[in-house]
Structure formats: structure tokens, C-alpha cells
């Protein structure tokens, strides 16, 4: 079995194939036109210059376009780089197709609705539950499909439902621990806080912002669906607006893209919760790519820090 992106090492070679995430031109300060290519399998991904680019070569290689490479994989400002030395597109006969290069979130769809569906089961608020099953049925197959985000966490297949659910284990530990938090209002700020980002994101495959993602944010998308919700199902109440409260400010700070600060404490637990959920998940499968005594390369979302792998294992 052929090693992906993510298992190779600096210095390794490369060939195979991969697909197109992101293409990008740029010109040389000679004036040269090049693109710059993020590639990506099943198992990560690796940025990629192509120098002295055609006119045909800008319209071929674009997003979603598989290609078959050979090059080498190189270290540029301390994140690896591929460097190309042969390229062509695929072919029909060479048997790949897209969903080959996508990952996918390490639990099945089916035990992730499992999951949802177990929580909302748990939920004792009328008012809660009938929104949070509204909007299950209404997002179901988009849920179970989309990213969490369209770079640094859960940005796979089925991972906002991932993302979620990892969430909800995280509140169940904490509320056996602080059982004077309101476990419903909680659950309910869970699975609802991120649901906007099935308008922000375009889908899985070469995962960018929507017209509405770039000009509204899932954030106040959402906020705005859980009022319309509410009037549909006739429900009035302080449910509506502390839910509303909880996803506004999940973010924590206007500089994160929180309009106001968590002001109720489901809404501050949220906060961290997602924190903990989306670092773990970025600096878990960083470190999955190195050994241990390396560090991993730079993660910009985590302030650009290299995080070290300890040589000694965990005693069992």
C-alpha cells in the first residue's frame, strides 16, 4: 500500500496521485507567473509551487482537478513543501476519483447520529429539544457531511458532526462534575452553535466561503435561524433567547468574531468547550505525523507554535 502525504518525512520522494485543493497565481518578482497548489489525500496535505506556468497550465490545474505527481518533499519556513518534477492531470483510465483524496472523520456517520440522537433523548426542556430536533431534521444529511471548518480542525468529511459530538462527550464529563450547569441549554448551544457554517462553507471537496460566508458569517446566520425556527413552531420563551446568546457569543471576543462576550455560564462552558475540541483535534493529529522527540511543523492556529512529541510513553 502506497504511503499518503501525511506519512511522508522530509527528504522522502514522492509519486502519485493527488487532488487539487486550492490553486493560486502568483508572479515571480522577474515578472514569471507560477501557481501555488495545495494538495491533498486521504491522509493530509502539502503545499506545492509550480514555477514557469502556461496559460494551459493555469487553466488545467485548478481546485478539484486530480493530477499524478513525482518531486520530493522539501521544508520551506519550517512547513513542508513538495517540490514538483513531474505533473500531468488523470486520466480516465487511471481508475481514481475524487472521494479517494478526501478524508473523513475517524467515526461513521451512522454512529455519529447515533450520538445526536442520544443527547436530544437526554434533554428535558420541551422548549430545547423541539428547536434542536428541528433543525436535526431539517440539516440531517448537510450535518453528517460537512467540514467544521474549511482549514485547521475537524476539515474533513463529516467533521462538523464530529466536532459536535466530540463536544457533547466533553459536556456530559463536565456536568458529572459541575452538576449545577444546565446540561440542555448546553447540549442544545452544542449542536446548533457551528449549524450556520452549512451556508458559510461551500462543501467537502476544495471547501471555501460561500457569498453569505464572507458577507454574514455562520454566526449571525445562525442566530437569525433560530429566531425564524422559533416563529415557525409557534415557541415563545427565554429558551429562544439565551440559545441565541449561546451561539453569538461561542467565540469568546469580537476579535474571534463574537459580536458580545458569554454573559450566561452555558455560554462561557461552550466557549471552552469548543476551544478544547478544535485544538485537541489539530495538535492530535499533528503530532500523529511525527515521531517521538520531533516537534511537529508550525501550527498557525495555535499561534504558530511547533509542538514537541515526548520520547517516553504513557505507562498503562
Do not use: C
Not at 518578482?29 to 514555477?51: N, Q, V
Not at 446540561?183 to 467537502?204: C, F, Q, T
Amino acid at each position: 500500500m502506497k504511503r499518503g502525504i501525511g506519512s511522508h518525512q522530509i527528504g522522502d520522494p514522492f509519486e502519485g496521485f493527488v487532488l487539487i485543493k486550492e490553486a493560486s497565481r502568483g508572479v515571480t518578482s522577474t515578472g514569471k507567473p507560477f501557481l501555488t497548489l495545495i494538495l491533498r489525500d486521504a491522509t493530509g496535505e502539502i503545499e506545492a509551487k509550480l514555477w514557469d506556468v502556461t496559460k494551459e497550465d493555469e487553466e488545467v490545474f485548478v481546485a478539484e482537478q486530480i493530477i499524478r505527481i513525482t518531486g520530493e518533499i522539501n521544508q520551506f519556513r519550517g512547513k513542508p513543501q513538495m517540490k514538483i518534477t513531474s505533473i500531468r492531470p488523470s486520466q480516465p483510465t487511471d481508475g481514481v476519483h475524487v472521494s479517494d483524496f478526501i478524508e473523513k472523520a475517524p467515526v461513521e456517520r451512522e454512529v455519529l447520529m447515533e450520538k445526536l440522537t442520544e443527547a436530544i433523548f437526554e434533554m428535558k426542556n420541551p422548549i430545547l429539544q423541539r428547536i434542536v430536533r428541528a433543525f436535526i431534521k431539517k440539516y440531517q444529511e448537510p450535518l453528517l457531511t460537512y467540514p467544521a471548518a474549511s482549514k485547521n480542525h475537524h476539515e474533513y468529511v463529516s467533521g462538523l458532526a464530529h466536532h459536535i459530538v466530540s463536544m457533547i462527550a466533553l459536556a456530559k464529563e463536565i456536568h458529572k462534575l459541575y452538576p449545577q450547569v444546565n446540561k440542555d441549554l448546553l447540549y442544545a448551544g452544542i449542536i446548533l452553535h457551528d449549524l450556520g457554517k452549512l451556508k458559510e462553507l461551500s462543501g467537502v471537496v476544495s471547501t471555501s466561503y460561500t457569498m453569505e460566508g464572507k458577507l454574514l458569517g455562520h454566526i449571525p446566520m445562525m442566530v437569525e435561524e433560530i429566531g425564524h425556527m422559533a416563529k415557525e413552531l409557534q415557541i415563545e420563551g427565554e429558551e429562544v433567547l439565551i440559545l441565541q446568546h449561546l451561539v453569538l457569543s461561542h467565540h469568546g471576543i469580537k476579535e474571534w468574531g463574537s459580536p458580545t462576550p458569554p454573559l450566561v455560564r452555558e455560554a462561557e462552558l461552550l466557549h471552552f468547550i469548543d476551544l478544547i475540541d478544535a485544538k485537541m483535534n489539530m495538535l492530535n493529529r499533528a503530532l500523529d505525523k511525527v515521531k517521538p522527540g520531533e516537534f511537529t511543523e508550525r501550527l498557525f492556529a495555535m499561534d504558530n507554535r511547533s509542538f514537541y512529541k515526548p520520547s517516553f510513553e504513557e505507562e498503562n
